[in-house]
């Protein structure tokens, strides 16, 4: 089967001979952590911050920014505490990342998370991938041809559209098969074998919301509110709201008059912040939020809505019990006034994900995560922090997610 | 003045600011009347315009996102008076919109279309080319956009003939033995624009066909010919050039406003007919956009009573580029169609949502 290559060189490969050289192993393989996985990490690093073309994009600074050397150190200390006095972390093997086509740097991460700990890994990237997987391509590749035969041979990217016979081919030889990308693809690539000892680790769709207690942010001084907004903006507006991270409604705990003076200064900040960064959304994305105000309108207990501009909609709800968690993303947001955090926790559902706040000590977050207790939401970050990515991420350790404990007595 | 007055009036002579003052009295009628009896509706009025009383200007009129359409039952009549159910062509899987009509509301749409017919058509029923298959009327318990637009259009002919067999290949036979019979005198051609072009246009030898005296009705949107390149202009050059045909009328409609159709006028641009109007609206803003600009198209009608389309935010890019300063004489807006809104694909985790304009 022929396939188109990107990674570690742009040409057309034979599918079956590039999986047979990411089995052959008679080159030698990687442990955990090895110095020429982080020297080789540290460069790709280097080189995203200084090329022309990346520094116009932000995610790809905060990719390498992410993969610099002292977050990588930092990184290898936490991993050794990974390690007990009977057990020994090892490689899984050869990790099949399915990542989404239209969160560009999501692939990355997920190959970091999978290459420090020593795995050998294949990638498949989307037909639809924009211009910032290109950049991260070339890069790598220039980086690639810098480093040691054992990195030259250890990652291939293939570029290859919903073919099942290509995936039903990388699955039948996987170690582990991670899919990022949605409920759809995650039951379509499901579908298809892997072998029994092969673990699997899936993304589906998720939905993320962002606490304010609104006390907090009344006493702040108008520097510090423009800064809220503008983290909040990061947090929403980067990935076109799309990201799963980013947050779709948004809680403020006080009083109704109280907070709803509150979000009338946010609401006001936040746009000028929209206005101020020049984020734009085409008719499509227009229109496609109209109809979603719309239909939630029908459907869901919105009292009011605000189309400050398009670029920002406001859907104030009545109460969020049976909140329905699909979204049209573009800077659209769902509102509701809490008297307390005692009221999110209730409306809480295993589809959330990331909970940013402000107003609110991490001890209350960790006792709200101890009320939910699993119930949802695997992630609670201060507001700004919704994208930064980690290790945790969906409930999982993906650091731990990538080895084998080996026992020794 | 009354509906039934409007009809009586001859079509595209209303100077604009007098047919403005007609529509808006008729509309906010219709908006109160759609308020009381579509609960949807009018929760979609309260909230998205708390303040809204009555328009005074048409932009002032609330108007419904057309893929509403597709997602909720919109009705402004109870079950049992449900004469007919409109149904859009989507492809297989696609949400369709349903359209519901009671006796009254059809009846409006077909004098409407009439009136705009006899416009084009003359006063006398042509004989009549049907660029269409056979066997699509042969199912007549789906009731598609498709074949109530075919439908529709057939009572403003006669003696009709099906250009296209059942396996949409042209009946060559059966078109010179039409020409043949209408023997030098006009007669009538409707289809939709693709098929126009690709079952007939591609299929014909240059000039082995003599159609000078056809009066030609097309629509169905652009969608497949811009894949083409294929513009108004050259599809009706080309035609012209290989058939002779030259009376081309191109239209514009939805399934949500049947019987207010747009049709091209001598200029090459689409007029609104009496009891309709369009405004284009900016998509950053939603407010008119000025003469010339590019926006949305929202179209306004006065036929629906039986369901809540009389003010319709369409999915389609449009640019109103005169009023009652057509040099056919015509009065009224004049403008173009864009074709739909390009699909942008918004970043994200997920490859699929659901909640995306689809269509």
Known sequence: MKVQQLVPRAEEVVLEEILAGLRDISGGTLSPLAPEILEFCANFSRALFKDAEAKRFPELQALAFWMRKSELERLRQEFDRLNTKSTLPVPRGLVFHVPPANVDTIFMYSWIMSVLVGNRNILRISPRAAQQTTIICRVFNDCLEAAGEIMRRNTVMIRYGHEQEITAAISAVADVRVIWGGDASVNNIRAVRIPPHCKELAFPDRYSLSVVRTSNYLALDETKRKDVAAQFYNDTYWFDQMACSSPRLLVWCGSKEESSKASAIFLRDLHEEVQRRGYALDASGSMNKFTFLSRAILDQPVVSAQQVDNQLTVAQLENIRHLDRDHCGGGFLFQYYAEGIEVLAQCVARKDQTLTYFGFEPSEMAALAQLLNGRGIDRIVPMGKALTFNRYWDGYDLLAEMIRHVYVE | ?359
């Open chain 2, 1 to 359: 003045m009354k509906f039934d007055d409007l009809l009586k009036l001859p079509q595209y002579s209303l100077p604009y600011a007098e047919k403005e003052q007609i529509l808006l009295d008729g509309l906010n009628e219709l908006d109160e009347h759609h308020r009381r009896n579509c609960p949807e509706y009018n929760r979609l009025v309260s909230v998205l315009w708390p303040d809204y009383r009555k328009a005074r200007t048409l932009a002032e009129l609330p108007y419904l996102a057309v893929g509403l359409f597709k997602s909720h039952r919109l009705c402004s009549i109870p079950k049992e008076k449900i004469f007919k159910t409109l149904t859009s062509s989507g492809t297989t899987g696609q949400a369709v919109s349903q359209i519901f009509l009671d006796v009254e509301t059809a009846q409006r749409q077909s004098a409407s279309l009439s009136r705009i017919m006899t416009h084009v058509l003359g006063p006398n029923r042509l004989p009549m080319i049907l660029v269409e298959s056979s066997a699509l009327l042969k199912d007549r318990t789906r009731f598609s956009a498709r074949a109530a637009g075919v439908l529709g259009m057939m009572t403003f002919g006669r003696d009709h003939f099906y250009a296209l067999d059942e396996k949409m290949d042209l009946d060559e036979k059966g078109l010179h033995a039409f020409l043949e019979k209408v023997n030098g005198k006009p007669f009538f051609m409707f289809g939709f624009t693709f098929m126009i072009w690709q079952y007939l246009y591609q299929r014909i030898a240059d000039r082995s066909v003599d159609l000078s005296q056809g009066i030609l009705v097309h629509g169905g949107g652009w969608k497949k010919l811009q894949e083409l390149a294929v513009s108004n202009d050259e599809f009706k050059r080309r035609l012209r050039e290989k058939t002779g045909l030259s009376r081309i009328y191109n239209f514009y409609g939805l399934v949500e406003q049947v019987g207010s159709i747009y049709v091209e006028g001598d200029n090459g641009y689409l007029f609104a007919p009496n009891y309709a109007d369009v405004i284009v609206r900016d998509p950053l803003t939603w407010e008119p956009a000025p003469m010339g600009t590019p926006g949305v198209l929202q179209v306004l009608s006065l036929l629906p009573l039986s369901y809540p389309g009389h003010s319709v935010l369409t999915e389609d890019l449009g640019i109103i580029h005169g009023i009652d300063d057509s040099a056919g004489g015509r009065y009224g807006k004049y403008f173009s169609v864009l074709g739909r809104i390009p699909k942008a694909e918004l970043r994200g985790c997920s490859d699929v949502h659901a909640s995306q304009v689809s269509g």
